[in-house]
């Protein structure tokens, strides 16, 4: 499935990133100069293809660190360093000082955007059920989940699947926190959950490497909105955010951000058809 075919552009895409590429040219000395000497920005991922990935090696790859990694470069910062985190945990890391940035598919909410300074929209996407073959309970919405007490959810601690399953009335113990995508897949095929829920990418990621025939996908969720990620920075440092902001409004005029992140299924369209005040408002 591409994800593509979900998206439509906006006519306002020039007029925001007019808007974004008007906002502060740096970042306040201090905190700029501090990622400069120390050669690189602390990032929070999840190790959640093709959002995030870590390979053998220890080198970050997926689309949000990718992103990340051009815009600080061109910021003087020279490259990135990540820690994976859970869902739940990567703000309060970010908030304690643990990180410089999350760039994990951290979709923006309103609580979220309450507690961190998001950037401009990087990575969109729509939610996704990975099922048993045949998918034999007929779940196609949180709320068939919610309807049916037999049906148990496989989820992301603290992540939107979580939130969107137990505000469509799923019980707390019909929700289980899955703390990876790997872990998901083997609770579903060993039967102790009957769907795992992630973004589509990241659910199609997973069962096209798994190659199992017993397993299939559901997507887009019926009645699941559609999400944008952005770099999450610590309220206070909204100049660096700023900074950030401008040099990734020049990738996507330049077409770079295009190649960056489109080789992994994302849609640069997605991503300029919104802004950030939209979509923390909105969701």
Not at 14 to 26: C, F, H
Not at 142 to 156: F, M, R, T, V
Request: aromatic share 6%.
């Amino acid at each position: 499935m591409k994800t593509r075919h979900f998206w439509t552009m906006a006519a306002g895409a020039g007029a925001l990133m007019a808007i974004v590429a008007a906002a502060p040219a740096s970042a306040d000395d201090g905190k700029l100069a501090e990622l400069k000497e120390q050669g690189f920005a602390r990032v929070a991922i999840a190790n959640e293809p093709p959002f995030t990935a870590v390979a053998a090696d220890g080198k970050v790859s997926g689309a949000a660190p990718d992103v990340a990694r051009e815009v600080f470069k061109r910021l003087g910062v020279a490259d990135i360093v990540a820690s994976i985190s859970e869902y739940g945990a990567m703000i309060p890391g970010l908030q304690a000082g643990r990180h410089d940035v999350i760039t994990a598919g951290l979709f923006m909410k309103p609580e979220r955007c309450a507690a961190v300074a998001y950037s401009q929209p990087i990575l969109c996407d729509a939610e996704a059920f990975a099922l048993k073959k045949g998918n034999p309970l007929k779940l196609k919405s949180y709320k068939d989940i919610a309807d049916n007490p037999d049906a148990k959810i496989g989820a992301p601690g603290g992540g939107t699947e979580e939130k969107l399953a137990l505000e469509a009335g799923v019980p707390r113990d019909r929700v289980i926190v899955v703390p990876d995508g790997q872990s998901g897949l083997k609770m579903l095929q060993d039967g102790r959950i009957d769907v795992y829920s992630l973004p589509v990418l990241s659910i199609n990621a997973l069962v096209s490497k798994a190659n199992d025939p017993n397993v299939e996908v559901v997507a887009p969720v019926e009645g699941a909105p559609v999400y944008c990620d952005g770099a999450a920075f610590r309220k206070g440092e909204e100049a660096l955010r700023d900074a950030f902001d401008v040099e990734l409004a020049k990738l996507k005029e330049s077409g770079e951000f295009a190649k960056l992140i489109e080789p992994y299924g994302f849609s640069a369209a997605a991503a300029m058809s919104t802004n950030r005040d939209k979509l923390c408002a909105a969701q």
